[in-house]
């Protein structure tokens, strides 16, 4: 909190903390602050304080990442900083709260402590956040629970903190003198909780509108909260997939006055895919059932879906015909998506199997807008409507029965994905 360039520390508290024999002595390797490891200057006290038992677990998570990671931490993540890392998912998942809000708090950590517990820092800021005396006794804020709680409630007064890039949550938390440090370390927070958190893509999937009048998303969490996002312009048509492989899944546009797709990424970023023209339809999903999600888009004039594949190549499907709306999802619980079709003449899904075998869904009638995921979190994928004389979503569950969800408005634009990843 509030930090300076220079973190000095004085070997005082160690010595007091050592006297009450609550410490273990740290590892030489990255004894020192997150912001600057090269530098002496910002040694740390060689005291830290136990997040909790080391496992075998930690000791293979440290093992399995450390030459993945990009930041600070590569090469340097032990059992010990795993053991820290755990401690904060673990009270994440606690409250309930998503993925995302796992991968804020150990970005955080990273650059505040590179996950070490320190019972000192500058002036009285001490713990795995560096957290300042009047956020608690210094015994709270020495247990990393109680910290990472204490950092949750700050996180959720931060407006849209579910979409809005991590490293610049991270600062309206943090509140740092060095806002640009927290973003770079991102990927690593990403990286680290991918591996510790229970099930970060499971959960069902949910909705959400493109408005575009507005250009903006309007995706619903699984407590049922809104999150906008501000992503494309009036005319484009949204996606929404996985595009980076990791996290909560995001929205994208298709703008057929280009031919491109405008993909968001979980940093805030932009991806700009060429892939289609005027008068395509988009898709998107995980055709090859490796990697992220990618896109693609069906032809009504010739009937065919025209799939992006990881390497950049085409693949065609021929299914479905002018005036249908085109869909896509893992119908069969296969390795990879695959693609279908709704018949607003007939109110049917007309779904593609991996064997090349269709099945047909009575769902929905004319006016209706097509929509696909996991709405329960376990099977296959399902169908489902957006009626928008209604405002409502109609999904059909994996038993056949139909749940509603009123969210959107006339003129809006269906999409659905896992957005909390896990909540």
Known sequence: MNRTVRHHFSAVAATVALAAGVLATAPSALAVEGDDLSDPATVFSTAKYSCGTETASDQAVASQLNGQLTG??????????VSCARAIVKAVEARGLPHRAAVLAVTTAIVETTLVNYPSGDLD???LFQQRDSWGSFEQRMDPTWATNAFLNQLLKVSNWQTRPIGEVCQEVQRSAFPDRYQVQAPDGQRIVDALFGTPHAGPDNVGVFRPSTGEFHLR???GSLAKVAWGQS??????ANWDGAGPDNVGVFRPSTGEFHLRYDNGSLAKVAWGQSGDLPVSANWDGAGPDNVGVFR??????????????????????SGDQPVSGNWDGGAAANVGIFRPSTGEFHLRMDNGSLTKIAWG??????????WDGAGPDNIGI???STGEFH??????SLTKVAWGAQGDLPVSANWDAGS
């Open 395 to 400: 999904l059909r569950m994996d038993n056949g």
């Open 235 to 240: 005319g484009d048509l949204p996606v929404s």
């Open 72 to 81: 600070t931490l590569r090469g340097s993540l032990t059992s010990y900083r």
């Open 365 to 374: 009638q004319s006016g209706d807008l097509p929509v696909t995921a996991n």
């Open 125 to 127: 800021s001490v713990g």
């Open 386 to 388: 957006f009626r928008p």
């Open 221 to 223: 969490y699984d407590n």
């Open 300 to 321: 009504p004039s010739t009937g065919e879906f025209h799939l992006r594949m990881d390497n950049g190549s085409l693949t065609k499907i021929a299914w479905g015909q």
